[in-house]
């Protein structure tokens, strides 16, 4: 049984090494050692291990059995996939948010906006670009869809920060984002839909190019 103390010490754990993926400290591929792990975030084992399996849910460590856990590796199909579920679940969940979206949630998608236009670190990037979709997405209160939504967005961070698009297309990104955002606020329903569409499928196709 994991103690309530083991239970922090994973979220934070969790929390580190995804920072050391996205930021680049650790490499697609690259083997997850728990000893040197284990000393280099001051950790036990046992938070260690349920921060990888953590971290394998999300998509970003692949666990290899007896072996131990790596550094996730996204082939060009995997992306394909991601992106063409993202494609279908992002805009059913706008749909069904639409009529119950405030100001307030309004509010909260711009701060977030604000945030990441200030910011530069990949890790924190990607963070304020789920906070960004989640607070658009939020007033649908379909939890399975949004869980399952934040794990594809986990996902397709990594394969943003192999292809470098994550710090290579801020502006793009912001741009696309604030014209949703416009949408959103105008209770254009339709056009904020395809907007939504239009941004995952640039974001896909320069993930695609920086990976070329």
Known sequence: ?????????????????????????????????????????????????????????????????????RVAELDRGMIDDLFEMRLLLEPLALRSAFPQITKLDLARAEMALDAAEAEDEPSRLSALNWDFHHALYRPSNRQTLLRTIEQLNKSSALAEVIASSIIARPEKSAAEHRKLLQACRDGNEAGAIATLGEHLRLAHRDIKTGED
Do not use: C, F, W
């Open 1 to 69: 049984m994991v103690s309530d103390t083991q239970k922090t010490q994973a979220e934070s754990t969790t929390v580190k090494i995804r920072t050391l993926i996205l930021n680049g400290t650790l490499q697609p591929g690259q083997p997850l050692r728990q000893e040197a792990l284990s000393e280099q975030l001051s950790v036990s084992r046992t938070p260690l291990r349920h921060a990888l399996q953590s971290l394998a849910e999300e998509g970003l460590v692949e666990t290899t059995g007896y072996k131990g856990a």
